[in-house]
């Protein structure tokens, strides 16, 4: 009970402010959590992204069972130690990933087989061995392993994949072993409201210490996936964490935060990082582009990161031109810096009771 | 005068320690400059690159004047603004670059047309365009164009080629305008030792800031290199600094200071690090060894890098392995700050005296 503190509430909308409690520290909530996928927040080193603000990031239980394997993170001292990074870690349970990522070879009420994407190796996963890795990981949050569907998918198959979803969560919080990490359960079911609120009560029965909602972002739009958020929030516990997977955008998060959101993780500062994608408050600026030659101005005025302070976006146009790791570096830091800040500025609205107002305003284009 | 001072000389070598002042800052001599070609040390920030104790970098003309052009780099404040890097800068030529990298089109006692290995398009460098950039780029440290010679060059190509810079040289110190910045002068003449006598001696008469040797570490080998460089140094003015481009190992360091260098420049310790190599004082250390699968130690014990305080080998090897640039950020980390520790080393036994005794038990196999 005592590990989520709701600080404050919005007076017109669902959003709150918190403070999570883990082994290895404590995350303000909204939270954003960079993407670690395979051991590494793409690009940067643990020292650059504790600059930018991150107090939690996202690592894939999925990936790191693949490679280097769970018993040799264990033998190099767990997660944590391996990666360098000694603050709180949530892990995915690998259910997503199969999902988008692997030649799927069977799945059934006991568990999944599938191929590793890698080496096309036979691995199989079920609601225990995810649950066991993830102890084992030696992380601050772990997932239940659930079943996601596609966008479009048929009625029985999201009834079915919701049902498993349900009985592996229980399975999953009865193998659950390491008292230190928190166990969150995900609510799948699609776009459809009756089996978004069957899964929620279902597993509030069962009862965790946080909810995530699965299976959304995966192409139904951002009008389907806040209506879904909005309706699954109102059948999970207010005093718990609420987790939104694989979420978003700026836009997307306001709206999500606004729906009672906690907490989010996307690949986006990251990725688009990489592809000289720079969000600004101003919109997105395109680093690639001719226009930038000669511009002495860096990517954000006002700015305090590492790139903004050093660099202008003509040595940055450069960099990306010339294919310097540094280009992808130093975008990366300012993207994650952005979204760090993007989310300070959320719960410092929630705190001054101005969050609806502000939001209301923010057009941002990114 | 006053620009090179030489603080203490070893009773059995031509090793010396000195300093050497510039208008970005001062430098340590001997010193090692990291290579940052198109104005990024490949995979790190200039940050990160402060921290392993460079000083001093070198930038090439050739990749600058190619991309993104020398106006742009004006525009955008200077080199140094425009690369993030507030410290002592060196810019080789471009003649060197032209030599190995470009598909030359036409060299005459004139200057030097070439196609640029980028786009194909046509490029001319004579001695005063080369001073000219080199100007306007604002580093501390510019270098006369010179003619360089493969290993295995006929005695009147080589003749050809010193007697070319010899008056590149000469044409160079005209049209140096800038007098923020040090002019060397390049010695070239292969490994034969009357064309470096020769090209020395000519060289001093014009009068230069320092002295380098170029033409070498191009496939002579270690006793050739250092052959000639100890031939050449004989006919260098004692009070101005040496610097031998392009080298090179640890063990070619240290025989180089023996014979009197007091810089160098190498690509070795960035880009062996891109590639996995880890230089330790035990040899090196290739980290997509399976051996370092489960290898909870650092690269180096002691050091004190980033890299060896926060990561294992088994990490390195899983971030080579899955293609992660945090492996080559990190390594590369590494790789520059045991050059520079190794430098620090040589600068120190010299002050205490002990170089020579220090250098012959010197077994590094790097």
Redesign the interface.
Known sequence: MGNFKILCKDSSSAARAGLLTTTHGKVETPAFMPVGT???V???????LKETGASIILANTY?LLL??GI??IE???GLGR???WNKPILTDSGGYQVFSLSPLIKIDDEGIEFASHVDGAKVYLNAEIATDIQNRLGVDIIMCLDQCTAFGAGDSEVKKAVERTIRWAKRAKNAHTNPDQLLFGIVQGGIDPQMRTHCALELVKTGFDGYAIGGLSVGEGHENMIKTVKHTVQYLPQDKPHYLMGVGTPADIIAAVMAGIDMFDCVLPTRNGRNAFAFTQNGPVRLRNNAH??N?VPIEAGCDC?CCR???R??L???F??G???G???VTIHNLTFYQRFMAKIRQKLKEGQFSNWAKEFTIDN
């Open positions: 395979a051991g590494a793409k690009g940067i080193t643990p020292e650059q990936h490679r280097p018993e040799t033998k190099l001292g391996f990666m360098g030659i000669n002495s590492y050093n660099f202008s003509g040595t146009r450069h960099f031109n010339c310097e790791m540094l992808p570096i130093l």
